[in-house]
């Protein structure tokens, strides 16, 4: 047990502890995706062994946003694109806490690209949720960065001239060491994923398929999909970035050709975590920060002590 929280407390779990009792009915609209991702988190939890108390679930603006009211656990509702940043202040402060940061293609791949992309590129230890519904729903169906070229919105009533982003590879490029893909309608994969990616150290980025059927009919219900770890048509090695490429790009490709493919990607659980580099680097103490403000004896350093150029 430490002095901050209750992690490390061992016990039995149950997935309806993270129900919450304020607010434990989504009301998403009827058939949304975004039940999905909420089902598949709470049954992930008890196989990692985290209770509510050890996990802290950081969310944008959007519907996505709503996910931290419906999970019981520590929360923190950012603005728009932002949710990375604070995900990333909270693991570095106290490394202890189980992070996960959600939002959705629009809040995650366009206002909060820039954060997505150095997040990954510092392999920053959490795992990234992005609801992928190719379309910005909350704000009622415009084209977001994820819609495929001629979708036809409220802002492009032509149709989008813009290709899609291609998030997966986009993730990889950055330098991701875990990278998924699942979909709202295969939930024991989507639980399964969910577990690894919390497991990984490292930043690990689940691109989340979630159908919205008020505002973007076309997507449908990404059915039928392909398992392309379970698949005889595909084989590559998780571990090799070129292969990894290779597969991202064809599937990326194959959704808006009706192919959905889901599954594990890229796993590298060799390299270093932003925290355990600054560590290394001795730039960052090894008790966590947030330990200190329960100490009245702590003496605190300033930031450039810990960097010899400064002293």
């Keep these: 047990m430490s002095a901050f929280s209750a992690i490390g407390e061992a016990r039995e779990l149950s997935s309806d502890e993270f129900t919450p009792g304020i607010e434990p009915q989504a009301t998403w609209c009827p058939g949304c995706g975004d039940f999905g991702v909420l089902k598949a988190l709470k049954q992930a939890m008890p196989e ?29 509702h950012t603005i728009h694109g932002r949710s990375l940043p604070v995900a990333r202040a909270a693991k570095l402060a106290n490394p202890g806490l189980e992070v996960i940061a959600a939002g959705g293609d629009g809040d995650g791949y366009g206002i909060g690209g820039n954060h997505f992309m150095h997040t990954a590129r510092e392999n920053h230890d959490m795992t ?21 070229k001629g979708h036809k919105s409220k802002t492009q009533p032509h149709g989008s001239a813009k290709d899609p982003i291609r998030p997966l590879s986009l ?3 950055a330098g991701a060491s875990f990278v998924a893909r699942t979909a709202a309608v295969n939930p024991n994969q989507a639980k399964e994923i969910l577990v690894e990616a919390m497991e990984h150290d490292g930043f690990a980025h689940v691109d989340f398929l979630t159908q919205c059927p008020t505002w973007n009919k076309d997507a449908k219900q990404y059915v039928p999909y392909v398992d392309v770890n379970e698949s005889d048509d ?16 064809e599937t990326e490709s194959a959704l808006y050709e009706g192919t ?36 009245d004896d702590v003496e605190w350093e300033r930031s450039y002590d810990w960097i010899d150029r400064h002293k």
Aim: proline share 6%.
């Design 48 to 76: 990692v062994g985290r209770n509510p108390d050890e996990v802290l679930l950081c969310t944008g603006i959007g519907c996505s946003g709503k996910l931290n009211s419906y999970f019981e656990s520590y929360g923190f």
């Design 128 to 148: 990234y949720i992005v609801f992928n519904n190719e379309v910005f729903g909350l704000t009622k169906g415009q084209t977001s960065p994820t819609s495929p």
């Design 171 to 173: 993730a990889l490029s």
């Design 234 to 249: 595909y084989d590559f090695d998780l571990s090799d970035r070129q292969e990894a490429a290779e597969m991202m790009y």
């Design 260 to 295: 959905v493919l889901t599954g594990r990607y890229y796993v590298d659980g060799d390299r270093p975590s932003y925290q355990q580099e600054k560590q290394h680097r001795e730039e960052m103490p090894e008790e966590p920060l947030a330990e200190r403000y329960w100490d």
